[in-house]
């Protein structure tokens, strides 16, 4: 299996950034599309961000657009999400989830094998 980890979550003030890590073992990184979702209490999973195999195609969605970059470093495993100007409807925990790259280019609508743990993100006044 692929094992995803993430790291860098925290609390953040309002306006604030933070950068979430997302470190793979077990599998090659780089034959993989990443996403990064989001999932609030009460709330549906989102996805905010996916970035393709070879990094030359990276979105977010438009609740992020402008303010979340996503990138992605394969000579060291890693898939990284960029957070500017937090707001308070960020708060969620987020997870870094992989697909093959043969499904396409990664969004909220392939399928995901893998998943990491999640990581707490709270944005608070």
């Known amino acids: 299996q692929l094992q995803l980890v993430e790291s860098g979550g925290g609390l953040a003030q309002i306006g604030g950034s933070l950068r979430l890590s997302c470190t793979a073992s077990?599998?090659?990184?780089?034959?993989?599309?990443m996403g990064w979702c989001r999932q609030a209490p009460g709330k549906d999973r989102e996805f905010v961000a996916v970035?393709?195999?070879?990094?030359?195609?990276?979105d977010n969605t438009g609740s992020v657009k402008g303010r979340f970059t996503i990138s992605r470093d394969n000579a060291k495993n890693t898939v990284y999400l960029q957070m500017k100007a937090l707001k308070p409807e960020d708060t969620a925990v987020y997870y870094c989830?992989?697909?093959?790259?043969?499904?396409?280019?990664?969004?909220?609508?392939?399928?995901?094998?893998?998943w990491g743990q999640g990581t707490q993100v709270t944005v608070s006044s």
């Open positions: 989830a992989a697909a093959p790259s043969y499904r396409g280019l990664p969004s909220s609508g392939i399928l995901y094998d893998y």
């Open positions: 077990g599998r090659t990184f780089s034959t993989y599309g």
């Open positions: 970035i393709s195999w070879s990094g030359a195609h990276a």
